[in-house]
Each structure stands twice: as C-alpha cells, then as structure tokens.
C-alpha cells in the first residue's frame, strides 16, 4: 500500500516569512495529492490540491509543487499569518481499490507573530 | 446541510464496553469512510462505503469493529469490548463520487477508553 512521509513536524516562521512542508510518497502509480488543514479541536480542511499531470498549482498565498520522478510534493505558503497556524497533513491517492487516501503525520505550524 | 454531521462528539467508556458512533454525510454523497487519529499522527483509513457497500477494510480494523450504512445515508461505527488502544479521534469524511475528490471531514467523535 501507499506509504506518505512529511517534513519537519514541527516548523515556527515569523508572520510575513514563507513557511514550506515536504512529504514523500511511495507507490508512483499515485495519482492526487491533497493537503488538508487542521485547526486545533476542528476538522481537517482541504486547503489545496494536485493531479500528477501538474506540476504547480497555486491558489493566492499556497502553493503545491510535484516532482513524480523524485515521488516528492511539497506546500508552500507565502506571506504567512497568525491564522495560518495549524497541523497541516499530506496526502495521496492510490488510483487501485476504492480510491483511499493515506496521509502524512502531519505538520504543526506556528506563526509568531 | 452544512456539512457532515458526527455523534457523540465525546465519549467515555470502560474497557470492555461497547460503544457505537454515527456519521450523517452531506447528503448528496454516495461515498463514506472513516478515519481513525490518534494524537500526533494523520488520519488513518478504516474503512469505506459506497451507497450501502462496504467496499473496503483496512487491516487496522479488528473483528472487534463493525461499521454499516444500512440505507446508503448515514453509518455507524461500533467497536465492542473496548480497549484503551481505542482511545482516538473517529473522523468520518464523504465525498460526492469517483470523479470529486474532496473529502469533506466531520468534527469526529473523541473516545477515551479508561
């Protein structure tokens, strides 16, 4: 099965620096990346996602990029702000069976404002 | 409907009870899962429904664990005999078919097995 590793688990920017999160995935057959957002005691949220006919995507201030060959895909934030501070969680999606997702362990980021 | 929908959103049990969880998904979603987080880690799949079909069990899911989605609506997870290796977030998440894939999580249901 699919196997996702994400980098660093914890991660401390000052508000108005970029902030980046990395994660691996194992199985090249993945075809979708989400990356979800989670806010103390709430649901986690899709902030943003990819197909792996992309290489970027960018919606306002995040970004994702995905490097196939390596199995690499990395979250970038720009500009952060104390809201942004959160557990933000990797995913992918095998496209065999019924479509699950496996996500990373996640990410906690603090905006110092 | 605003979202998805999960109760209780906390229960405490003693080991060895039984407890049973339920998830109503928006309500245009066929498709069903639940997720189990425990604390420090991402969400990990148990198990998935598509309409009224359990389609898929991951191996983290004992024989001590049960789910259903009798109408294709909403589901229900139970585990019997608890465990304090229960103790976790259950998340339910749907998601409206094969070709959307946005997963729309619930604010899941805290267990804490003492």
């Known amino acids: 099965g699919e196997n996702v590793e994400q980098h660093p688990s914890t991660l401390s920017v000052q508000e108005g620096d970029s902030a980046v999160i990395k994660c691996t995935y194992s199985?090249?057959?993945?075809?979708?990346f989400p990356w979800y957002k989670q806010e103390l005691g709430k649901r986690p949220q899709l902030i943003i996602d990819?197909?792996?006919?992309?290489g970027e995507k960018k919606d306002q201030r995040i970004a994702v990029t995905l490097n196939k060959t390596a199995k690499h895909f990395s979250l970038h934030i720009t500009e952060t702000q104390p809201e942004d501070s959160a557990v933000y969680f990797c995913?992918?999606?095998?496209?065999?069976?019924?479509?699950?997702?496996?996500f990373g362990t996640g990410t906690k980021l603090q905006v110092i404002p | 409907d605003t979202g998805v929908s999960q109760n209780p959103r906390h229960k405490i049990t003693k080991r060895g009870q039984n407890v049973t969880f339920r998830c109503d998904p928006i309500?245009?979603?066929?498709?069903l899962y639940w997720y189990r987080q425990t604390l420090g880690q991402g969400p990990e799949f148990l198990t998935y429904?598509?309409?009224?079909?359990?389609?898929?069990k991951s191996r983290l899911l004992s024989d001590r664990f049960s789910a259903e989605r009798p109408k294709g609506s909403f589901s229900t997870l139970e585990i019997q005999r608890t465990e304090q290796g229960d103790s976790a977030m259950y998340l339910c998440?749907?998601?409206?078919?094969?070709?959307?894939?946005?997963?729309?999580f619930g604010s899941g249901t805290q267990l804490s097995v003492l």
């Open positions: 998440a749907s998601k409206a078919g094969a070709t959307n894939e946005k997963l729309f």
């Open positions: 199985d090249s057959a993945s075809n979708y």
């Open positions: 990819i197909r792996s006919n992309v």
């Open positions: 995913a992918a999606k095998y496209p065999g069976g019924y479509q699950k997702v496996t």
């Open positions: 309500s245009e979603h066929n498709r």
């Open positions: 429904f598509q309409n009224e079909a359990q389609l898929e």
